[in-house]
């Protein structure tokens, strides 16, 4: 069971991302309307697998919250969640140490995708959110990868296997199987099909 934490003073967020949790057999929550109440029922928990905090809350004093937070909970995941911090916040919440950084805009499916990812020790960021110029043409994931891994990942948004990408490229299916490991890796997805709906929310193409 992964057992995890929402704190944040809007009601009916907090309620809503915990319903969408709740809904999957194998997530419990709890909740926490401000930074205090999410300290102490952080310790008095033992820890949770993931403690998700608004960034804006009462009480959070910034990322001075995020890095108590990370004191209560001994070391395991905290993110942040937030409708309004800028991409320079979310960089530098990352920096010290965040599991992760959810916009409140995320889908139901994209959040409890992110949730499991963070709480298994991985670190999630909407790479269309961490986008460094807007303006430029080729998209932060895109300049992640290499020329043969932009191919494959093309291939995987268009629903191709590994058989039919490699026929594509011309080279072999075991090359194919290594370079969606890689770029799985490089774009923090648990798996292809991940790695699919990271791509088509950073406009990859």
Not at 41 to 69: I, S
Not at 82 to 87: D, E, F, I, K, N
């Amino acid at each position: 069971m992964i057992t995890v934490l929402i704190a944040d003073d809007h009601e009916m967020v907090r309620d809503s991302i915990a319903a969408y949790l709740e809904n999957e057999q194998d997530i419990q929550t709890e909740v926490a309307k401000d930074m205090p109440s999410a300290l102490k029922k952080t310790v008095d928990h033992g820890g949770f697998d993931l403690v998700l905090l608004d960034y804006t809350m009462h009480g959070m004093n910034g990322l001075n919250g995020l890095q108590e937070a990370m004191r209560a909970n001994g070391g395991r995941p905290v993110g942040l969640i937030s409708g309004t911090a800028t991409r320079h916040v979310a960089n530098e919440a990352l920096a010290l140490g965040a599991a992760g950084f959810l916009p409140k805009s995320l889908s139901a499916k994209s959040l409890i995708n992110a949730v499991r990812f963070m709480a298994s020790g991985e670190v999630y960021a909407p790479f269309e959110f961490l986008a460094g110029d807007e303006d430029d043409d080729k998209t932060e994931l895109a300049k992640q990868l290499t020329e043969r891994e932009g191919e494959v990942m093309r291939g995987l948004l268009r629903g191709q296997s590994n058989k039919e990408i490699a026929r594509d490229m011309g080279i072999q299916e075991v090359t194919v199987k290594l370079h969606v490991k890689t770029l799985c890796r490089k774009i923090g997805a648990r798996n292809r099909t991940q790695a699919a709906i990271i791509a088509k929310e950073a406009h990859f193409h």
